[in-house]
């Protein structure tokens, strides 16, 4: 994610906000996210829209309906 925003950075002005977050890793298959707040996990998404039909597509242009591109 840093990368990624120090590359989006380097291009100039663009319509887009990467906010990188801290990873610290526990053990070789743990870790400890930062916590972000106002945000949902892909796991909560999938049990609220259980059915197939949905992808997180669908969601993106249901919830950024106006915004969405």
Do not use: A, C
């Not at 053990?27 to 930062?34: D, F, I």
């Not at 972000?36 to 829209?49: E, G, M, R, V």
């Amino acid at each position: 994610m840093k990368r990624l925003k120090e590359i989006f950075d380097g291009v100039g002005q663009l319509p887009i906000y990467l906010r990188p977050y801290e990873i610290f890793i526990t053990s070789n298959n743990s870790g400890l996210l930062e916590f972000i707040p106002d945000t949902n996990s892909i796991d909560y998404l999938k049990k609220k829209f259980p059915k197939r039909e949905w992808t997180l597509k669908h969601f993106f242009e249901r919830y950024f309906e106006d915004d969405f591109e």
